[in-house]
């Protein structure tokens, strides 16, 4: 695939999810000049980031009939990716160290997590694509274009044309739950993607254009085919894991959009590896302060920042 000649276009665009994938997505949608709604059936944005103490009564969600609990975090949780790796690109998540209630910690909580996704939405005027509280029902494709059906706070069924539907309601609503005889296994999986959605942006504009499917099968059976000589299942298929950053800038080179940045890059692997060798401590003894250091050099290049880098720098450590 490769950036089209074909003049750009504006599609009417559905999102489902007011998530941080779904608000990213959103924002990006515009930014490309696409009309965009959003179907949000809780109250506020933030999606998993909302926490509840509540859980549900069939911890395998089996039962249709249960009352449903929209979140999957503890109270204890902290992230496992360093805050400067974990920001967008140009509105970073900057610690607070001047307001009791936030958590400046390297790796914060799952609050500060949502106290950032909030701000997000603020600062990019989000919310007011947002339509709170409704649920959608039913997405089915209609003569080139998507039929979304949707219920609203009461309780009235909405029918309305998309040109196209992005889904952002992620994996952690309900457990995957593999239906074999005698066995119960469950299983997650967490993907973030803010240069995903710049791609799918730009797809739905042609401003990238696709390949033949012929060629996108083709493409298919040969990662299926490194995965098999490797000896990894297909349901890894999406696991990225290492490559992430690799990965990353391959779709950005297809979009035109800028590439992940050195230390982004050198942080996610590093903090992988102490993940794996220093599972307890991982989150709050780390050897790789020149990184630190080159992040928030970068967000004062880039005039991301009210501060000198050395006002963060010297209460991050």
């Known amino acids: ?15 489902i999810g007011a998530g941080a994938a779904g608000l990213i997505t959103s924002r990006e949608l515009r930014r490309e000049g696409h009309s ?18 509540k859980s549900e009564s069939d911890p ?18 902290r992230t496992n990716v360093p805050r400067e790796s974990m920001g967008v690109r140009d509105f970073p998540f900057l610690p ?12 914060p909580n799952h609050r500060e997590v949502l106290a950032y996704v909030q701000e997000y939405a603020r600062e990019f005027k989000i919310e007011e694509m947002i339509r709170f509280e409704t649920e959608v029902v039913r997405v089915e494709p209609v003569i080139e274009k998507w039929r979304v059906q949707s219920k609203n706070p009461g309780g009235d069924f909405d029918d309305e ?29 967490f993907v973030m ?26 493409d298919i059976n040969e990662w299926y085919a490194s995965l098999d000589v490797l000896g990894i299942p297909k349901r890894h298929t999406h696991t ?27 942080e996610v692997d590093g903090g992988y590896v102490r993940l794996v060798v220093h599972p307890e401590t991982y989150r709050d003894e780390w050897d790789d302060d020149e990184l630190i250091e080159e992040a928030y050099h970068d967000f004062s290049r880039k005039k991301l920042i009210s501060f000198d880098s050395s006002y963060y720098l010297e209460n991050v450590r």
């Not at 196209?164 to 119960?184: D, L, Q």
């Not at 992430?244 to 979009?255: D, G, M, P, R, T």
Request: aromatic share 10%.
């Open 161 to 189: 044309i998309f040109d196209a539907v992005v889904v952002c309601t992620g994996h952690y609503t309900e457990p995957n739950v593999p239906h074999i005889p005698g066995k119960e296994i469950s299983g997650i999986v």
């Open 240 to 266: 990225i894991g290492r490559i992430q950053s690799e990965y990353l800038n391959w779709v950005a080179k297809e979009c035109g959009c800028e590439l992940v940045e050195r230390w982004r890059a050198q």
């Open 60 to 77: 395998l969600s089996l039962d249709p009939t249960r009352s449903k609990v929209h979140s999957s975090i503890y109270d204890s949780l």
């Open 96 to 107: 607070r160290f001047d307001e009791e209630s936030r958590d400046p910690r390297r790796y």
């Open 1 to 15: 695939m490769a950036p089209g000649q074909t003049p750009i276009s504006s599609k009417h665009v559905a999102v």
């Open 193 to 218: 993607f803010e240069i995903q959605s710049k791609w799918v942006a730009a797809v739905l504009s042609g401003r990238v254009t696709l390949p033949p499917p012929d060629k996108m099968m083709e």
């Open 36 to 53: 965009v709604f959003v179907f949000e059936r809780e109250k506020q944005v933030g999606g998993l980031w909302v926490y509840t103490p």
